[in-house]
């Protein structure tokens, strides 16, 4: 008889009350989590799953047939979202009156794309802040999009002519329009496809599935933007070491421009070459830490 109560509010985990007309009682359904009650498997299947274990080797190791292992999957999902939730919300508190300082980066994740019967990778860009005391990584996005299509975004630029103005001006500036994209992917994969291949087009691409991908300077002010939300303003110093070949140190700059201004924020532009051996990277960091003695010694 749903007439015969009310909704009052919530319990302290979010979990709708309900009191009931006549006594006046108040109950909540809750969440099917608070029912679960064995936590041995629960934890070695984390573990295995975090271990990149495939699942059927996760089900000969645990010994638990797939329908459990896919709820205790979707248990786990919901675990590490709330878990993530509410550190997120506490970061401020970690920042606010002390010096931190976080390295931000970005890294190429190759990703199956399926074109007619074959697989091939496209690259997807993964930027990744994490703070340099603790270690935790404050944020983790990469530049897909998978609530838009890129073919309706495509359809509707041609109908607004935006692929006429510059792209800062556009209606749809955020994402690839899907001929741009597909025409960026081939070229990294034209030596792969066969002559018959390379004019195929229309549903016989997947990139990388529905979605799209974001334009990689609107990734990389999205990415910063939400780590600033996140971090607040209420900290004492800090230092943002960021890639100087991805052009984040600008970004960084325009978007903490006013703490950066009162010298409550500074951008280290970190550059360094790649390949070198292990002798000398050993002998040039013992070289640069012989001047940095002789700064510290100077200031």
């Known amino acids: 008889m749903p007439s015969a109560y009310r909704v009052h509010g919530k319990t302290p985990k979010g979990d709708p009350r309900f009191q009931c007309k006549s006594c006046k009682k108040t109950f909540s359904i809750g969440s099917p989590k608070r029912r679960h009650r064995e936590t041995k498997e629960t934890g070695e299947i984390l573990r295995l799953l975090v271990n990149n274990v495939p699942l059927r080797r996760i089900m000969e190791i645990s010994g638990v047939p797939a329908d459990r292992l896919y709820r205790r999957i979707d248990f786990l999902y919901h675990q590490c979202r709330d878990f993530s939730a509410r550190k997120d919300r506490n970061l401020r508190k970690g920042f606010a009156g002390r010096n931190r300082v976080v390295a931000f980066d970005v890294q190429t994740i190759l990703a199956n794309w399926r074109h007619a019967h074959r697989v091939l990778n496209v690259p997807v860009h993964h930027a990744v802040t994490v703070d340099k005391q603790t270690g935790y990584v404050i944020a983790a996005t990469t530049d897909f999009d998978p609530g838009t299509d890129a073919v309706d975004i ?146």
């Open 154 to 299: 495509e359809r509707e630029m041609y109908q607004v002519d935006d692929f006429d103005l510059p792209r800062a001006w556009r209606l749809h500036g955020r994402v690839w329009a899907y001929g741009e994209y597909r025409d960026s992917v081939l070229r990294g994969v034209n030596n792969l496809l066969t002559e018959g291949e390379k004019a195929l087009s229309g549903n016989t691409f997947d990139l990388p599935g529905e979605g799209s991908r974001v334009r990689g300077d609107i990734f990389q002010a999205a990415h910063i933007m939400m780590v600033k939300k996140l971090i607040g303003s209420d900290y004492r110093q800090l230092l943002l070491c960021v890639d100087g070949d991805s052009g984040l140190a600008h970004i960084a700059n325009m978007l903490f421009a006013n703490d950066v201004m009162a010298g409550k924020a500074h951008v280290a532009d970190v550059r360094f070459t790649k390949g070198l051996g292990n002798r000398r990277r050993v002998t040039l960091t013992n070289e640069g830490e012989a001047v940095r003695q002789l700064d510290v010694s100077a200031h």
